[in-house]
Nanobody, 121 residues
Framework: QVQLVESGGGLVQAGGSLRLSCAASGRTFNMGWFRQAPGKEREFVAAISWSGGSTTYADSLKGRFTISGENAKNTLYLQMNSLKPEDTAVYYC?????????????????WGQGTQVTVSS
């Protein structure tokens, strides 16, 4: 089991940027970001595989969000640009097992506590 701690959330105006970070307590294989807005289900944002560095994004977020990380430092990032009020949510970091990069919550074993992102109009 890996402990995950997110940071970097906050309040930003529409059009602004934020970079989220996720620190893992140990080795990870696949990592992802999910988000959950009030009254909505948790949804996939982006994921990365440390094996080969492949990335996957939610179609609606391509071009605005970028996932990256430093595997040697057990750190994951999410750069969010051109933020919109509809991006307001709690953002979660997740770690999954070796294998195909997942886009569903059940494909991840370990989760952080989440960090709040609020985008004002």
């Amino acid at each position: 089991q890996v402990q995950l701690v997110e940071s970097g959330g906050g309040l930003v105006q529409a059009g602004g940027s934020l970079r989220l970070s996720c620190a893992a307590s140990g080795r990870t294989f696949n990592m992802g970001w999910f988000r959950q807005a009030p009254g909505k289900e948790r949804e996939f944002v982006a994921a990365i595989s440390w094996s080969g560095g492949s990335t996957t994004y939610a179609d609606s977020l391509k071009g605005r969000f970028t996932i990256s990380g430093e595997n040697a430092k057990n750190t994951l990032y999410l750069q969010m640009n051109s933020l919109k009020p509809e991006d307001t949510a709690v953002y979660y970091c997740a770690a999954g097992p070796l294998g195909r990069v997942g886009v569903y919550s059940y494909e991840y074993d370990d989760w952080g506590q989440g960090t709040q992102v609020t985008v004002s109009s």
